[in-house]
């Protein structure tokens, strides 16, 4: 679909990826920029498994395995790919391959892998009849993205087609035996002990404060507040929280100290707090309101 220039009213036509190997060069693009797209961490390119070979192999901010795959060709069948892939990670063996990937990466030694759920990506430029068929019955959340490239532009969105078909599964959500528990507030309220509860109360009070347009949602291992991204991530100890800020480095002040520079970790969040019962409850609300208006 061409887009128009708003100041010159010209047709911006969509483009093609001009190299003999198109896939590859959208692969290229996606890992360079994983945290922006995603909030993934790279881990491996083209990893050769038993039968096949994962095209990015990566690990979410909050801890998840993450697998993507990358079609250009309308015919190939990437949701058999991806789903043979999801039951590789499956295998016990395997588990200690991926956490043995996690701990060599100096971006993701720090991490715990967190198995309830693996994320599944992929990316094409049309999906195939195949695909419509087989996404209809699967149980399996599958994200599916399609792209568009025009000059010096990559545009990644959840395809229309196929994503009508899927089966609706929660985003934040744990699988227990049987059964899928949604994931909620209380389910991380209640990691705190009893004498944090109101300081955690309190404090998450005067984030929502700072605007009504900020949207809190839940993940399996933090919990997340968004306006155009996740500005804040909360995950939430015993007798402390975590604090992890997306923020301009250039312009951040932080003239107490209070936080930790963790850009290079190559997260899309570059500035971490350790908050207790101890610190200054509006000196930190002055960084968190940092990072919102650098949302704008």
């Keep these: 679909?061409?887009?128009v220039n708003l100041k010159t009213g010209k047709?911006?036509?969509?483009?093609?990826f001009k190299s003999s190997t198109p896939e590859k060069e959208l692969q290229k693009y996606i890992?360079?920029?994983l945290d922006l797209f995603f909030q993934s961490i790279y881990l491996k390119s083209f990893y050769k498994i038993p039968g096949g070979e994962i095209d990015t192999l990566a690990i979410t901010e909050d801890g998840r395995p993450c697998i993507i795959e990358y079609k250009h060709k309308k015919d190939d069948k990437i949701i058999n790919q991806i789903v043979f892939y999801y039951d590789w990670?499956?295998?016990r063996s395997t588990k200690y391959e991926f956490e043995r990937i996690v701990k060599e990466n100096d971006n993701t030694a720090d991490k715990e892998v967190d198995w309830s759920e693996?994320?599944?990506i992929t990316i094409a430029k049309n999906y195939s009849k195949w695909d419509i068929s087989l996404i209809k019955h699967l149980d399996t959340n599958i994200e599916c993205f399609s792209y568009s490239y025009h000059k010096n532009e990559l545009d990644i969105?959840?395809?229309?087609?196929?994503n009508q078909y899927k089966k609706r599964n929660t985003y934040s959500s744990i699988n227990s035996g049987s059964e899928t528990k949604n994931i909620t507030l209380d389910d991380h309220r209640n990691?705190?002990?009893k004498k944090f509860k109101p300081i955690f109360d309190n404090f998450r009070n005067e984030i929502l404060n700072l605007g009504e347009n900020i949207e809190e949602g839940f993940a399996p291992n933090y919990i997340k507040y968004v306006v155009n991204t996740t500005f804040l991530s909360i995950h939430v100890r015993k007798d402390w929280l975590i604090l992890q800020l997306r923020i301009d480095k250039e312009n951040f002040k932080d003239p107490a100290k209070l936080?930790?520079?963790i850009s290079n970790r190559g997260w899309s969040v570059t500035r971490e707090i350790k908050f207790d019962k101890n610190m200054s409850v509006p000196s930190v609300i002055a960084l968190i309101q940092q990072a919102y208006e650098y949302q704008f």
């Design 11 to 16: 047709i911006i036509e969509e483009d093609v």
């Design 118 to 120: 693996v994320r599944l």
């Design 157 to 162: 969105h959840l395809d229309p087609i196929i």
């Design 191 to 193: 990691k705190a002990s």
């Design 89 to 91: 990670l499956q295998e």
């Design 31 to 33: 890992e360079k920029h």
């Design 259 to 261: 936080s930790k520079d």
């Design 1 to 3: 679909m061409p887009r």
